[in-house]
C-alpha cells in the first residue's frame, strides 16, 4: 500500500499499522518524551516539526531522479529529521521503515524492511539523535537495497574519517594555512564543492565514462558530503594542538579543486598524528555535547529562529508564531512612541527569550508577561569621580 507522502499520510500510515492497539494510533502525542535522557521535539512542537519534515520531502520531490549514493544520503537525513519529531508515543521506528520503503520503492531505489539490520538501525538513530549526523541511518538503509552499485561509496580512514580518492601528490606553491583559515575557506566552498561533484558524478554516468573515473568521482562526492570530512578533520587537528596545513591554493581553482587540494593538506598531517592520541581524540569529539534533558532538534530550531531574516521565520510554519511575537512586541513599543534604538533592543531581547523557550520546548504564549514589549533594562552607566 502507498500512502501520501504527507503528515496526513504518515499519520494514515501509523494508524492502518497500529489501529487495533491503540486509540490515539494515527494521532499527534500531547506528552513529552525521550530516550537516553535527550527530549524528543516537545508536544507543543511535533504538527510544526512534522509539516517542515515533509515540506522538505516534498520540495525534492520525493528524492526521485537520484544517483543511488545521492538518494540514500537524502533518504537517510529524511529519517533522521522525522526521528527528532517523534510524533507518535508508540510505533515510531516500525512507521518510519515502512515510509522509508515506499519512498524507496517510488524513487526506483527498492529495499526490504527485512534486511534492515536492527543493531545499524539503533545506533544510527541513537547516534542521529544526540549529534544530528544521518550517515549511521543513511548506510542502514543503503545496505538494505535490492541491488547495490560495486562502485565505492567512500573511502574510510582511521576512525571513520573519510578520505579522498588516491592521488599523485599536487604540484604547485604551497601555501601555510592557518585551521581557522582552513575552516573559513570550508565554510565558503563546500556548498559550491557538493553540487560540482554531483554534477561531474552525474555527466560521467550520463557520458559512460570509465568505470574506475565513475568509482573516483563517487569517492569525491562521499567525502565532500561526509560527516566525518574535511570540516570534522580540521577540528580533530585543532584538537590535537595543531595550527595550520600547508596546501596548493591558486585563485584559478573550482569550489570542488579549492576543498580537493585543503583536504589532501588536511589528510597529510592527520597522517603525521600519532595513532593512540588520534584514536582518544577521535573518541573525544564523539561524545554527545548536549547535556541531559536536551533536545538536539529544539536547539537546531532555535539556532534556525536566530539565523534568519523575519521574512523567513514568518515563511516557516514552525516559527511564524514565534516571529508573531516579535513584531508584536516591536510593534507595541512604537505605539509608546520609543525611539528606534529602543525598538531594535526590544525586539533583540524578544528574539532570545523567544529562542530559549523554544531550546527548552515550553509552548509560547504571546501574552507572557516576557512578551509585553517593554524595553529591555541595562544598568545606569556608573558616575564619574570627577573630585580626582
Given at each position: 500500500?502507498?500512502?501520501?507522502?504527507t503528515?496526513?499520510?504518515?499519520?494514515?500510515?501509523?494508524?492502518?499499522?497500529?489501529?487495533d492497539?491503540?486509540?490515539?494510533?494515527?494521532?499527534?502525542r500531547?506528552?513529552?518524551?525521550?530516550?537516553?535522557?535527550?527530549l524528543?521535539?516537545?508536544?507543543?512542537?511535533?504538527?510544526?516539526?512534522?509539516?517542515?519534515?515533509?515540506?522538505?520531502?516534498?520540495?525534492?520531490?520525493?528524492?526521485?531522479?537520484?544517483?543511488?549514493?545521492?538518494?540514500?544520503?537524502?533518504?537517510g537525513?529524511?529519517m533522521?529529521?522525522?526521528?527528532?519529531?517523534?510524533?507518535f508515543r508508540?510505533?515510531?521506528?516500525?512507521?518510519?521503515?515502512?515510509?522509508?520503503?515506499?519512498i524507496?520503492?517510488?524513487?526506483?531505489?527498492p529495499?526490504?524492511?527485512a534486511?534492515?539490520?536492527?543493531?545499524?538501525?539503533?545506533?544510527?538513530?541513537?547516534?542521529?539523535?544526540?549529534?544530528?549526523?544521518?550517515?549511521?541511518?543513511?548506510?542502514?538503509?543503503?545496505?538494505?537495497?535490492?541491488?547495490?552499485?560495486?562502485?565505492p561509496?567512500?573511502?574510510m580512514?582511521?576512525?571513520?574519517?573519510a578520505?579522498l580518492?588516491?592521488?599523485?601528490?599536487?604540484?604547485?606553491?604551497?601555501?601555510?594555512?592557518?585551521?581557522?583559515k582552513?575552516?573559513?575557506?570550508?565554510d565558503?566552498?563546500?556548498?559550491?564543492?557538493?553540487?560540482?561533484?554531483?554534477?561531474?558524478?552525474r555527466?560521467?554516468?550520463k557520458d559512460?565514462a570509465?568505470?574506475?573515473?565513475i568509482?573516483?568521482?563517487?569517492?569525491?562526492?562521499?567525502?565532500?558530503?561526509?560527516?566525518?570530512?574535511?570540516?570534522?578533520?580540521?577540528?580533530?587537528?585543532?584538537?590535537?594542538g595543531?595550527?595550520?596545513v600547508?596546501?596548493?591554493?591558486?585563485?584559478?581553482?573550482?569550489?570542488?579543486?579549492?576543498?580537493?587540494?585543503?583536504?589532501s593538506?588536511?589528510?597529510?598531517?592527520?597522517?603525521?598524528?600519532?595513532?593512540?592520541?588520534?584514536?582518544?581524540?577521535?573518541?573525544?569529539?564523539?561524545?554527545?555535547?548536549?547535556?541531559?534533558?536536551?533536545?538536539p532538534a529544539?536547539?537546531?530550531?532555535?539556532?534556525?529562529?536566530?539565523?534568519?531574516s523575519?521574512?523567513?521565520?514568518l515563511a516557516?510554519?514552525?516559527?511564524?508564531?514565534?516571529?508573531?511575537?516579535?513584531?508584536a512586541?516591536?510593534?507595541?513599543?512604537r505605539?509608546?512612541?520609543?525611539?528606534s534604538?529602543t525598538?531594535?533592543?526590544?525586539?533583540?531581547?524578544?528574539?532570545?527569550?523567544?529562542?530559549?523557550?523554544?531550546?527548552?520546548?515550553?509552548?509560547?504564549?504571546?501574552?507572557?508577561?516576557?512578551?509585553?514589549?517593554?524595553a529591555?533594562t541595562?544598568?545606569?552607566?556608573?558616575?564619574?569621580?570627577?573630585?580626582?
Amino acid at each position: 500500500m502507498d500512502f501520501p507522502l504527507t503528515p496526513d499520510g504518515y499519520r494514515a500510515l501509523h494508524k492502518h499499522m497500529f489501529g487495533d492497539l491503540y486509540e490515539w494510533a494515527g494521532k499527534d502525542r500531547s506528552v513529552n518524551i525521550g530516550k537516553g535522557g535527550s527530549l524528543f521535539a516537545a508536544a507543543p512542537y511535533v504538527s510544526n516539526g512534522l509539516d517542515a519534515v515533509f515540506k522538505d520531502l516534498n520540495g525534492k520531490e520525493g528524492f526521485r531522479g537520484l544517483p543511488r549514493a545521492e538518494f540514500f544520503d537524502r533518504l537517510g537525513n529524511h529519517m533522521n529529521e522525522l526521528n527528532a519529531v517523534h510524533p507518535f508515543r508508540e510505533g515510531n521506528g516500525r512507521t518510519m521503515r515502512v515510509h522509508a520503503a515506499q519512498i524507496a520503492r517510488q524513487a526506483g531505489h527498492p529495499i526490504k524492511i527485512a534486511s534492515i539490520d536492527e543493531r545499524a538501525w539503533m545506533d544510527g538513530s541513537r547516534h542521529g539523535f544526540t549529534t544530528g549526523d544521518h550517515r549511521g541511518l543513511s548506510a542502514a538503509l543503503s545496505a538494505a537495497a535490492v541491488t547495490r552499485d560495486l562502485g565505492p561509496e567512500a573511502r574510510m580512514g582511521p576512525g571513520g574519517m573519510a578520505m579522498l580518492p588516491p592521488r599523485d601528490p599536487p604540484a604547485g606553491q604551497r601555501y601555510k594555512m592557518s585551521l581557522a583559515k582552513v575552516r573559513e575557506e570550508l565554510d565558503k566552498y563546500m556548498p559550491p564543492a557538493r553540487a560540482e561533484a554531483a554534477d561531474r558524478l552525474r555527466g560521467m554516468i550520463k557520458d559512460g565514462a570509465p568505470s574506475d573515473q565513475i568509482a573516483s568521482a563517487r569517492t569525491e562526492l562521499a567525502y565532500v558530503r561526509h560527516a566525518k570530512g574535511p570540516v570534522y578533520q580540521s577540528h580533530l587537528l585543532t584538537y590535537l594542538g595543531a595550527r595550520d596545513v600547508e596546501a596548493v591554493i591558486s585563485p584559478k581553482q573550482t569550489p570542488m579543486e579549492r576543498v580537493r587540494e585543503i583536504g589532501s593538506a588536511l589528510a597529510v598531517q592527520i597522517n603525521m598524528q600519532n595513532t593512540a592520541q588520534l584514536q582518544r581524540a577521535i573518541r573525544a569529539l564523539e561524545k554527545p555535547i548536549l547535556p541531559p534533558g536536551h533536545s538536539p532538534a529544539h536547539d537546531r530550531l532555535a539556532a534556525t529562529f536566530l539565523k534568519n531574516s523575519p521574512d523567513k521565520n514568518l515563511a516557516d510554519p514552525r516559527l511564524a508564531p514565534a516571529q508573531a511575537i516579535v513584531d508584536a512586541a516591536m510593534g507595541a513599543a512604537r505605539l509608546r512612541g520609543d525611539s528606534s534604538k529602543t525598538v531594535d533592543a526590544v525586539g533583540e531581547a524578544t528574539r532570545k527569550t523567544i529562542a530559549g523557550k523554544i531550546r527548552s520546548g515550553e509552548p509560547l504564549d504571546p501574552k507572557a508577561p516576557e512578551f509585553v514589549g517593554k524595553a529591555p533594562t541595562t544598568p545606569a552607566p556608573p558616575t564619574k569621580d570627577r573630585t580626582r
